[in-house]
C-alpha cells in the first residue's frame, strides 16, 4: 500500500464520518440527498461481496465493513430517525436514482472482466459510484446552496497534503477540506501503482474513476470560487 | 491475484 492509496482511504473514511456525526450531532439532514447515499449504499454493498470469499488484510476487512456500516447508519438516520427525518428536503430529492441503477447494472452485464456473479456486480459497483452523485448535484442546484454540504468537509487528517499537493497555494488557504478530496489522492495512488507494478491492470475501475471525479469538478469550480472570493459557498439560484 | 487486478483496493 502506498501513501496516496492510504490519504485517500483516510479522507474517504472520514467524510463519510463526519457526515454521519455531523447529522446525528445537529439532528438536521437538511441539503443531503437521501438517493445519493442509498446509492453509496448499494455501491459499497455490491462491491464487498468478497467479504465472504477472499481474505486480503485485517485492514482490508475493517475497513470494508465501516464503508458498509457507517453509509447504512447515515440512510438509517435519514429515513428513520424521528427528528433527523423531518428536516429531509424529500420534495427537492427528486432524481430517478432507479435510472441509474438499471443502467450501471446493464453496462456491468456488457462491460466486465469475468462473467461471474462477484465480478458483475463488482464491475456494477465501480460504475454506480462513478454517478451516485448526481442525485445529490440536483438537490444542489434546487436548494441553491451548500451549506450543508459542510457536513462533507473535513477538518483535520489529508488537510496539509491536500493544500500542498493540489492547491499549491501560498497567499490564501481553504480553511476545510471538501469531501472529494480523496479523489485526487486515488488518482496518484494509480498513476503511482502503474508505474511501480508490473501487471497493474484496472481499466474499468480507472476509467470510471475519472468520470467519477469528472462529476466531481463541479463542486470543485464551486469551491474554487467561494476560495477565489475568500466567501461562503453558495450556488446560483 | 488481488494485487495485480487492484482489486484489493477499497
Redesign the interface.
Known sequence: MNIF?FAG?MT?LISILVLLLKIYATKTCSGISLKTQELYALVFVTRYL?LFT?F??VY?TV??LV?IGSTLAIVWCMRLHRVVRRSYNRELDTFRHYFLVAGCFALALVLH?KFTFQEVF?AFSIYLEAVAILPQLVLLQRSGNVDNLTGQYIFFLGYLTFSVLILLSCSSQPTEMPFWAYRAFYIL??IY?YFT?Q????WI?CISGLIQTALYADFFYYYFLSWKNNATLKLPA | AHQDTGKDEL
Open positions: 492509496r482511504d474517504h468478497d477472499d486480503i488484510s482490508n475497513m470494508k464503508f472482466e463488482w495512488n494509480w501503482r507494478e501487471h497493474f491492470s484496472r475501475a
